[in-house]
């Protein structure tokens, strides 16, 4: 069941206050660390979070965010429960087939955690006979399930982040896979788990809409490349990863036309975004 935990709403008044003000509703795992994630004080925090509020900043538009299972968020855009979802969602061409995308805002890469102490792992050879856990739902989980043939491991699926990395730390699992920058923040706050292999993919997250909703995605897009040209983009890497986003890298390069090139659903239209 969803369960809203928190709302951000963040309206720039750029008409007369007499106005009503267009509100969008959007979602995150909530467990997505550091992406989404409880805060002590209630609600949630996080890079996405964090996005999503510059996002609305931009547009001049509330925008509300909703938190719970990522295996639960596509059904519910698809159902009209969200104009878009902000969680971290990778952009493959089977998923385009069926969702619209704005453009990368970061690259993922796939990178594995193991107990702390156990041998470095300097292949995917060497994880047979190995559980992996992973968080239902999610592109690691698919393409965990898609080498589990080739590569002879076993994939466990759990339904939060949260629970796939637990599984690593009471020995239920070898290792779990997940996105660098999530798998980045577990492992400087948990001790008793390490980094290990990283897969490069050269894929991106994106926002993901509906197929119907080409002129939302066109104005989500736009936003994004002004969070890219005006340093929030860079900011909040650095806020939340830790590090610098790399020159030429998703969150600091604006992409030509709407949406991830090569992919289905891209428009190759020009335009040049109004930043604000």
């Not at 996002?55 to 509300?64: A, H």
């Not at 290990?196 to 994004?224: C, F, M």
Request: net charge neutral.
């Amino acid at each position: 069941m969803l369960a809203r935990i928190a709302t951000i709403g963040l309206t720039l008044l750029l008409a007369p206050a007499a106005m009503a003000q267009t509100t969008l509703k959007t979602a995150v795992d909530g467990t997505f660390a550091p992406h989404a994630m409880p805060k002590l004080s209630g609600g949630i925090e996080g890079f996405n979070v964090d996005l999503a509020e510059a996002i609305g900043k931009q547009l001049g538009k509330t925008v509300t965010v909703d938190a719970a299972q990522f295996s639960g968020l596509i059904p519910a855009l698809q159902a009209g429960t969200y104009d878009f979802i902000v969680a971290p969602v990778t952009v493959s061409k089977e998923r385009a087939e069926s969702l619209l995308f704005t453009e990368g805002y970061l690259n993922t890469d796939f990178q594995f955690i193991t107990k702390k102490g156990a041998p470095p792992i300097t292949a995917l050879e060497e994880l047979r006979g190995k559980v992996i856990s992973v968080n239902k739902g999610s592109a690691y989980d698919s393409w965990a399930r898609g080498l589990e043939e080739k590569i002879g491991w076993k994939v466990e699926s759990f339904g939060t982040q949260t629970d796939a990395v637990q599984a690593v730390i009471s020995g239920r699992a070898y290792a779990n896979v997940a996105g660098n920058t999530v798998i980045q923040w577990a492992a400087k706050s948990n001790p008793q788990i390490q980094l290990s292999y990283t897969y490069s993919t050269g894929l991106v997250w994106a926002v993901a809409l509906r197929k119907d909703s080409a002129s939302l995605r066109n104005e989500l897009d736009q936003a994004i490349e002004c969070l890219k040209t005006n340093g929030t983009m860079a900011a909040l890497h650095e806020k939340w990863f830790g590090t610098k986003p790399a020159a030429g890298s998703a969150a600091v390069t604006p992409f030509p036309g709407y949406g991830v090139p090569d992919m289905p659903g891209y428009d190759a239209t020009a335009h040049t975004p109004a930043c604000k």
